[in-house]
């Protein structure tokens, strides 16, 4: 019984701190600063729980705890507590008394992809999914309201309630004896053709649009802007890693049986969200679409990349998944410490000549986005150059990823032009100093993957526990 109970703590620990946080709003006066406090220390417990009981887990038959499940879950908690830091300035800027409420759903979410990680059946994991929407949804709610906003937010709920209908559909054929993914692999094998693709379909669609792939990502690349600065973040980073590493879990145990069919199905997704991320980032010039963009092509690079089905290419999409993802933290870390007269602009041309008036900080942001555009020796270009030729036979992926990161090029250089070149037309406010160290943080770990690349194959052995 004990034992029971200490292999939850990596959940609990956050579910104890949701508790505090809300001891603290009903009966004592806390500083919002306290508040991030408070989760910053719950989620570095969870984490160091999870890596104590790293391959323990009660209810067997609905969740596992391997070193993959931990790997995962402490690289989600690792950003999750610099994504909190950044953000408690935000709060303590604009001086607003919701920080506790904000903590608890940042809490909430974390719980429901901790237990999305590790799950192993898609009747729990269809519970999860719809808890996690319900605590974006309040997430959503939260930015200042606007009409533009609200209807966002509604398009979100409706849409997700869609998608609940298809993946409950698909899941029910499973319905009782193979809703475990190791059994539904081999039951939906010997289904007719056409119930086997409306169930991979079902489940494949519902997980793209979480993880806003094209042509699902409609709800995220419009709200991107009107959401404040750290949903946004939250958005952009958060759920990302977590759910990559479901789908990556369920492609080596499930979808990996039907490559044939999955094949094409990858491939027009991939397709998509490579065309619609170049479409968006060349036509926006608002900051956060154009990343919002950028991190849409990555996803469908992994697309790409996944549809030959080549052996130990779940491997290679997940480092670089951890790297593209790494690398868009310091984007938005410097988003944070770009501010005019108190407000966190918007626009591109907002940003005109700031790297004349904050070096360090346009330095930063110049690297990062250099780092993006996969320029050698840099950690991206050494990821992305590896992963690409594991699949040089596919000659046609290869062409659409390069030719993809070409048509990007202009947006980069464009946003490098307008940073460091333009001529400055506003006064750029004073910089926290915690922002500074977050990124000079950053850049060291940036530095220490360009001399020692190797650092990242350290993971090998525990990716092999996938599935």
């Not at 904000?102 to 901790?114: K, M």
């Not at 309040?138 to 937010?153: K, P």
């Not at 094409?264 to 990343?291: E, H, P, Q, T, W």
């Not at 990349?305 to 790494?326: D, M």
Request: charged content about 10%; some cysteine; proline content about 3%.
């Amino acid at each position: 019984m004990l034992e029971n109970v200490l292999y939850t703590l990596p959940e609990s620990s956050l579910l104890i701190g949701i508790f505090v946080l809300i001891w603290s709003i009903v009966f004592s006066k806390m500083h919002g600063r306290s508040a991030f406090q408070i989760a910053k220390i719950f989620i570095l417990i969870s984490a160091l729980f999870s890596v104590l009981f790293y391959n323990k887990e009660i209810l067997s038959q609905y969740f596992v705890a391997t070193s993959y499940t931990t790997l995962t879950y402490v690289f989600t908690c690792a950003v999750s507590l610099i994504w909190l830091s950044v953000s408690s300035k935000w709060f303590l800027a604009e001086k607003t008394s919701l920080s506790e409420y904000f903590c608890i759903l940042a809490l909430s979410c974390l719980i429901c992809l901790s237990l999305i990680v590790k799950s192993v059946h898609f009747g729990i994991l269809f519970g999860l999914l719809i808890m996690l929407t319900v605590f974006q949804y309040l997430l959503f709610r939260f930015s200042r309201q606007s009409e533009e906003l609200y209807h966002t937010a509604r398009r979100y709920l409706l849409i997700s309630l869609v998608f609940f209908a298809l993946f409950f559909a698909s899941v029910a054929l499973l319905f009782p004896n193979h809703l475990d993914y190791a059994s539904a692999g081999s039951f939906i094998a010997e289904v007719s053709p056409l119930q086997r693709m409306f169930i991979l379909l079902g489940i494949l669609c519902t997980l793209f649009f979480f993880l806003s792939l094209a042509p699902f990502h409609f709800w995220l690349s419009e709200a991107s802007s009107t959401l404040i600065l750290p949903v946004a973040t939250y958005f952009a980073l958060i759920p990302k890693m977590a759910l990559f590493g479901l789908f990556f879990k369920l492609q080596n145990s499930v979808f990996s049986l039907f490559a044939e069919p999955l094949r094409d199905v990858y491939f027009v997704f991939g397709i998509l969200s490579v065309s619609f991320a170049v479409i968006g980032a060349n036509a926006s010039r608002f900051l956060r679409k154009i990343f919002t963009s950028v991190s849409l092509y990555q996803a469908g690079v992994i697309l790409l990349v996944l549809s030959t089905f080549k052996e130990g290419l779940i491997s290679i999409a997940y480092i670089y998944t951890e790297v593209y993802l790494f690398v868009l933290l310091g984007v938005y870390i410097c988003f944070y410490a770009f501010k005019i007269n108190g407000e966190y602009p918007l626009n591109l041309n907002s940003l005109k000549g700031v790297a004349s008036s904050r070096p360090y900080i346009g330095a930063a942001f110049m690297l990062m986005v250099a780092t993006l555009m996969s320029l050698p020796p840099l950690s991206y270009f050494m990821m992305q150059f590896v992963m690409l030729s594991e699949i040089a036979k596919f000659e046609l992926i290869v062409y659409i990823v390069l030719l993809g990161l070409l048509t990007l090029l202009p947006v980069y250089l464009k946003v490098i032009e307008t940073v460091a070149f333009l001529k400055r037309e506003h006064n750029f406010d004073r910089v926290d100093f915690g922002l500074y160290m977050y990124l000079l943080l950053h850049i060291a770990f940036l530095t220490v993957l360009l001399i020692k690349p190797q650092i990242l194959l350290l993971q090998t052995d525990i990716l092999l526990s996938i599935g």
